[in-house]
């Protein structure tokens, strides 16, 4: 442990000593020593005397509890220092060090992560975008203090249970306003101290319909607040899914956070983080663990851990798709961090084809993992859990249906850009840099989020023209051997698809256009997303020596080969199999890391 870190060091597995106000520890450090910091503190999942490990999770989730001594020891880290912006005291100074310090927490219980960490930023967005000096320095006070907030959403159409449910508000006769309205599985209801709602304000479906009110428990009158019990979920038990009735709850004027009517202008821009973080948190360090398990079982197997035959080649695949995935991850949090205006599209994008790529490995995983994959022991418990848990971490139905209503206006962009003949722009090496510093002072600014397309062919188009870039310089390694041989040949082949995906987008937007999209403008969607996932793919195998700890294997072709000959396949593009030696080099890669204890992901941090 990095004992530079605090000046009153935790040790990992003290959950039974006294809380340490957040306001007396110091944290310090970057986003990567922060998140190593957390992983010594949380300490071997997999050891038996662990307070904070596997068997403890797993017996919580059992009971449908949070783990409570886990949660202690994070409050006592001060965890909600970490989604507050430094001017206000916090840790908060960029998304990408954010999702880092988060993963230790998902990669041992994705339930966890949400219900003590990440939630309070998706409620706490709204106030450092819109909200005024007193609510932020409330919130922030809230925060740093140890207190949870949480989000109410608006009701969305074709939703699942969390999303269900409204809350209205209108004017109330002597100043403020009236809340009223229900919704029945709403994450920390039963023990938050503050909520950020999205509550009806206007009739019908307009871009004004809602307002945001930041609903102070402390400031609301009793009788009108009813916490409703909890909720009993499939995934995620161990969160605290309860509801909340509001029946006639006068809310003061100040509450409102933004302008009256500005509700739905404020989720499109604060969903750029949630996005982000879904994919680049929750779902690619659930993955890692995921991966981790499968490893696991054949390493318990009676001929031991040889990644050969079909289930070698099974978990090669999904180690290449992790990783590209995690490309993709990376950069959409490194645009926010560098270039905010610009990450609506992107930020939707990576929800898209991370939640969609990692659905389908997960199941390739289970088939691997066999049996074990349904064990309820500390040794693969884990695995069944996060089968249940990732769907509700943003895998569902609804997440998709939102990031195509952002993605499917941006590909008539595309189409009239291509109809235009409009240059492409190369986005900058910066994004697919994971872990390269930022400008000294440079700090995530919420503020500068738009809920329109800032610009968007620099934006988006950007980083399908790094594919371009990418594939047109491959060219130049042609004579390194057969492997980047052939990984330039699928750059070529990925090209050439990008421009006819733009050519696509000018057919079929340069129709009459009626109220509904096209079919077939989710298929654009489909491999829209996927080419921008290989485009993240090449630029970070091309950037890889600023890459950190691990920039060897990423700076080698075996892996972006793997991931890109997997995703042409899924484009249903003909390529020929990867040459001879490349699964199996990346299986020993992947054995490697198991043994001397590395994360799976981009970073290839120490595990404890």
Known sequence: MNDNLTAGALVPGAAARPRIPTARLRVCGDGAARAQYVEDLLGDPFADDNPHGQRALLAADERRQAPAATEELLESFGLGAEFVPGPLGGR??????????????????????????MTALFAASVVWTAGDERQRQDTARRLLGGGRITILHREFAHANAILRGEYSAHPAPGGGYVVDGRKDVVINADRADA???????????????????????????????????????????GAH??????????????????????????????FQVSRALVSGG????????????????????SRGLVLGGRRGRVLAGVFADLLACDSLAVAGLRLLDLAPEYALIPSAAVKYAVSALLHEDLDELAAVLGARGYDRGPAYGGFQKLVRDLPVAGLGHAGTA???????????????????????????????????????????????????????HHACDGMLAALLGA???????????????????????????VHSLAERCATLFGRPQTRAPSPAAYVLVDRYCLLLAAASCLAVC???????????????????????????????????????????????ALVDRYRHGHSFDLYGMRLA
């Not at 927490?105 to 949400?114: C, I, P, Q, Y």
């Not at 409009?422 to 390269?436: I, N």
């Not at 890109?564 to 040459?579: I, S, Y």
Request: glycine share 10%; aromatic share 6%; net charge neutral.
């Open 92 to 117: 908060l100074a960029g998304v990408e060090d954010l999702a880092q310090v988060l993963r230790p927490l998902f990669r041992r219980d994705v339930a966890l992560g949400f219900g003590a960490g």
């Open 195 to 237: 909520f950020v709602a999205y509550a009806r304000t206007a009739d019908g479906d307009g871009p004004d319909s809602h307002s945001v009110f930041l609903l102070e428990t402390d400031r609301l009158p009793s009788h009108a607040v009813h916490r409703l019990p909890r909720a009993r979920t499939h995934g995620m038990r």
């Open 241 to 270: 899914y309860a509801g909340l009735d509001l029946e006639q709850c006068p809310v003061p004027a100040d509450a409102l956070i933004g302008r009256l009517g500005e509700g739905i202008h404020l989720s499109l821009r604060t």
């Open 282 to 301: 929750a779902l690619v360090a659930g993955m890692d663990s995921a991966l981790r398990y499968a490893v696991r079982a054949l390493g318990d197997s």
């Open 402 to 456: 939102d990031t195509q209503a952002v993605l499917v206006p941006h590909l008539r962009t595309l189409g009239h850009a291509a109809r235009r003949g409009e240059p492409w722009r190369e986005a900058p090496a910066a994004l697919f840099t994971p872990g390269a510093r930022r400008a000294p002072g440079a700090a995530f600014d919420f503020r500068r989020l738009h809920a329109e397309p800032h610009d968007p």
């Open 471 to 497: 594939a047109a310089r491959l060219d130049g390694k042609r004579a390194q051997g057969p492997r980047w041989a052939a990984l330039a040949d699928l750059g070529r082949a990925l090209a050439a698809e």
């Open 542 to 588: 091309e950037n890889a020596a600023l890459a950190g700890p691990d920039g060897a294997l990423l700076a080698e072709p075996d892996w972006a080969l793997l991931a890109l000959t997997r995703f042409a396949r899924r484009l249903g593009l003909e390529v020929p199999d990867v040459p001879d030696g490349v699964t199996p080099d990346l299986a020993a």
